[in-house]
């Protein structure tokens, strides 16, 4: 190998970038798994999500959240009834023009009650959250993100106290939540302003019904069965018979995972599939090289069986050169590969994650490459007929 290194490298050029595309698609499929399940956690601590659900009009049934059963009652009510369910929150929502200071800015207002702060683990860098007593009295106070910050102010600015017109109707400004950055639907959760629930619905929508509710059971073992405490309630709120569908859809934090989760473990499995080709085609690469090996020594084997090497001699020896061309190739391969995977991350913004088991993996699957594919030209040199070997030329 040592007389041949050009040849030598080629042959494990194939491992080298198989492994090395091993090492970076499970990363970035892990990356991505993670970050996922990040964004799903943000959503709330055990969280339940209610939406409305579809209507009918004229016997043609619109899309999900059409319906505008749901009220604040509705989470009054599972509020008062669901013992499994620890906080609820309803909310609402609308696109709104916001004006601060001398700039302007297009974001989303959500109106929500005191629970949602703990549902959705949000804190605030500056100011105070707004009270119940806001809530009742309709006050015209807010929350603001950092993205809506940096837009209207500048980054680093503090904004608590100053007040701001959003759709032409003064806020103050009593606190700055925390940052949040994107979640993985790629929408900023900082371009977002927060308000008493009662302010957005009866000053700015003017509506008795809801997007949604947002729930948080008292544990992660009770999400199951405060779902069923929650449509046993809306339900028979809703006066819907036993034939009838639920004109809501209830959601939870494990139904999204499991979503999300299971998309992501398809995108892992055939990233590293595809990337398994090479190591494919790595692996017949050196079972060429290594049959033209035996052809090319072909009377140096013979010599060494006149001399009294035995078969499994001559076998162990090109196993051996076998494995380890593809042993250096893979040590090779999982360096490029965590390097990779570092650019991928700093230059392309996916999220990465190299783990150990994908180490692992690829360092195996390589030595077993270099085993299977190294065994036939090392059995051919091996069952050469010595006297055959030495007349060779």
């Given at each position: 190998?040592?007389?041949?290194?050009?040849?030598?490298?080629?042959?494990?050029?194939?491992?080298?970038?198989?492994?090395?595309?091993?090492?970076?698609?499970?990363?970035?499929?892990?990356?991505?798994?993670?970050?996922?399940?990040?964004?799903?956690?943000?959503?709330?601590?055990?969280?339940?999500?209610?939406?409305?659900?579809?209507?009918?009009?004229?016997?043609?049934?619109?899309?999900?959240?059409?319906?505008?059963?749901?009220?604040?009652q509705d989470?009054?009510?599972?509020?008062?009834?669901?013992?499994?369910?620890?906080?609820?929150?309803?909310?609402?929502?609308k696109?709104?023009?916001?004006?601060?200071?001398?700039?302007?800015?297009?974001?989303?207002?959500?109106?929500?009650?005191?629970?949602?702060?703990?549902?959705?683990?949000?804190?605030?860098?500056?100011?105070?959250?707004?009270?119940?007593?806001?809530?009742?009295?309709?006050?015209?106070?807010?929350?603001?993100?950092q993205?809506?910050?940096?837009?209207?102010?500048?980054?680093?600015?503090?904004?608590?106290?100053?007040?701001?017109?959003?759709?032409?109707?003064?806020?103050?400004?009593?606190?700055?939540?925390?940052?949040?950055?994107?979640?993985?639907?790629?929408?900023?959760?900082?371009?977002?302003?927060?308000a008493?629930?009662?302010?957005?619905?009866?000053?700015?929508?003017?509506?008795?019904?809801?997007?949604?509710?947002?729930?948080?059971?008292?544990?992660?073992?009770?999400?199951?069965?405060?779902?069923?405490?929650?449509?046993?309630?809306?339900?028979?709120?809703?006066?819907?018979?036993?034939?009838?569908?639920?004109?809501?859809?209830?959601?939870?934090?494990?139904?999204?995972s499991?979503?999300?989760?299971?998309?992501?473990?398809?995108?892992?499995?055939?990233?590293?599939?595809?990337?398994?080709?090479?190591?494919l085609?790595?692996?017949?690469?050196?079972?060429?090289?290594m049959?033209?090996?035996?052809?090319?020594?072909?009377?140096?084997?013979?010599?060494?069986?006149?001399?009294?090497?035995?078969?499994?001699?001559?076998?162990?020896?090109?196993?051996?050169?076998?494995?380890?061309?593809?042993?250096?190739?893979?040590?090779?391969?999982?360096?490029?590969?965590?390097?990779?995977?570092?650019?991928?991350?700093?230059?392309?913004?996916?999220?990465?994650?190299?783990?150990?088991?994908?180490?692992?993996?690829?360092?195996?699957?390589?030595?077993?490459?270099?085993?299977?594919?190294?065994?036939?030209?090392?059995?051919?040199?091996?069952?050469?007929?010595?006297?055959?070997?030495?007349?060779?030329?």
């Amino acid at each position: 190998m040592s007389k041949n290194k050009l040849r030598t490298f080629l042959t494990m050029l194939g491992i080298i970038i198989g492994v090395a595309s091993v090492i970076a698609m499970l990363a970035i499929g892990e990356g991505s798994r993670q970050n996922i399940q990040a964004s799903v956690a943000s959503l709330g601590i055990n969280s339940v999500i209610i939406f409305p659900g579809a209507v009918s009009t004229g016997g043609v049934r619109l899309e999900a959240g059409t319906s505008t059963h749901l009220t604040r009652q509705d989470a009054e009510a599972i509020s008062m009834r669901a013992p499994s369910v620890e906080y609820v929150s309803p909310v609402v929502q609308k696109g709104v023009q916001v004006v601060g200071g001398s700039q302007n800015w297009r974001t989303m207002i959500i109106g929500v009650l005191n629970d949602y702060f703990t549902i959705r683990s949000l804190n605030v860098v500056s100011g105070a959250f707004f009270s119940s007593q806001d809530d009742r009295a309709a006050a015209k106070v807010c929350l603001i993100g950092q993205t809506v910050v940096a837009n209207l102010y500048g980054e680093g600015m503090d904004p608590v106290g100053q007040m701001i017109r959003i759709d032409n109707i003064p806020f103050k400004i009593i606190g700055m939540l925390e940052k949040k950055g994107q979640n993985s639907f790629g929408q900023d959760q900082d371009d977002v302003i927060l308000a008493p629930f009662s302010t957005v619905q009866k000053r700015m929508l003017s509506t008795t019904n809801v997007n949604s509710i947002i729930c948080s059971a008292v544990s992660e073992n009770q999400i199951d069965q405060a779902t069923d405490e929650i449509s046993f309630i809306l339900r028979e709120r809703h006066k819907l018979t036993a034939a009838e569908d639920n004109d809501f859809s209830v959601r939870t934090q494990t139904d999204i995972s499991n979503i999300f989760g299971s998309i992501s473990k398809v995108l892992t499995i055939l990233l590293a599939s595809i990337a398994s080709i090479s190591l494919l085609v790595g692996g017949i690469g050196i079972m060429n090289i290594m049959l033209v090996s035996v052809t090319e020594r072909t009377r140096e084997i013979g010599i060494r069986m006149a001399v009294g090497a035995k078969s499994k001699d001559i076998l162990i020896q090109f196993m051996i050169e076998s494995i380890f061309i593809s042993f250096l190739g893979g040590v090779i391969g999982i360096s490029l590969g965590i390097i990779t995977s570092g650019l991928v991350a700093r230059f392309g913004g996916w999220p990465v994650t190299v783990t150990l088991y994908s180490i692992l993996l690829s360092f195996i699957f390589s030595a077993a490459v270099g085993l299977f594919f190294g065994w036939y030209p090392a059995r051919k040199a091996a069952s050469l007929n010595p006297i055959d070997a030495l007349h060779y030329e």
